[in-house]
């Protein structure tokens, strides 16, 4: 059963518009949740991380939101730009288990 | 240069065949795991270790073997290895298992069984 879900496989966006990533989860144990990008033929890289207590975190174009009580977390990329096109990883800490918890990851499209 | 190195990056072999994918950080990580991805499965833990001489099992351990003999160094080991073994494996470390830790990631290693 996965505790981590990215609805989405992929979604497109015109550059310059909002993007926002969606991710669900299910153990109410977790306790911190990160981001990853991922582009082709590279390892993940961290983006951006939020813990369990706060409900909002910034870091320039990238805001991560985090609602406990639906068990929802959102990405949200704005301007979104070429760059950032890649694939994009919700995982979770805690909840019992040793390392992360990655949900299956969503393809953002960024369209000139 | 601050990173997690892989090796080999490719691979193609037969089923039966043992091999191992190297694993080496140069940042002092005391925490290293393995991980593979797979089509609409997302990334999924093999093994990991806290330290030196401490492994343990992730989610999909079966058909695979893992030693910490040196901190820097986590090498994953198929004694023999079928198709379904066929995936892109990604290695990573942290300074520690902690609750806000980041993970560092190599490059990968897309291997194939036939």
């Known amino acids: 059963d996965q505790q981590v879900k990215q609805n989405s496989p992929s979604l497109s966006v015109q550059e310059g518009r909002i993007s926002i990533l969606n991710c669900d989860y299910t153990n109410s144990m977790f306790d911190y949740f990160l981001w990853y990008k991922k582009y082709p033929a590279e390892g993940p890289t961290f983006l951006i991380s939020i813990s369990s207590i706060k409900d909002k975190n910034e870091d320039g174009r990238f805001t991560v939101f985090l609602n406990k009580s639906a068990k929802h977390l959102s990405l949200h990329i704005v301007p979104s730009q070429p760059g950032d096109s890649a694939v994009y990883f919700c995982a979770a800490i805690g909840g019992g288990a040793d390392g992360l918890t990655f949900g299956k990851g969503t393809h953002l499209i960024i369209q000139p | 240069e601050a990173q997690v190195t892989q090796n080999p990056r490719y691979l193609i072999t037969v089923t039966g065949k043992k091999l191992t994918v190297t694993c080496s950080q140069n940042?002092?990580?005391?925490?290293m795991s393995w991980y593979r991805q797979d089509p609409g499965l997302g990334l999924r833990q093999i093994y990991y270790s806290m330290n030196v001489e401490v492994t343990d099992k992730g989610d999909v351990p079966e058909g695979y073997k893992v030693s910490r003999k040196e901190k820097r160094n986590f090498p994953l080991i198929l004694e023999s290895p079928s198709p379904n073994q066929t995936s892109l494996y990604f290695c990573?470390?942290?300074?520690?298992?902690?609750?806000?830790?980041?993970?560092?990631f190599g490059s990968g290693t897309q291997l194939s069984v036939l």
């Open positions: 990573a470390s942290s300074p520690y298992r902690a609750t806000n830790e980041k993970l560092f």
């Open positions: 940042m002092n990580h005391e925490y």
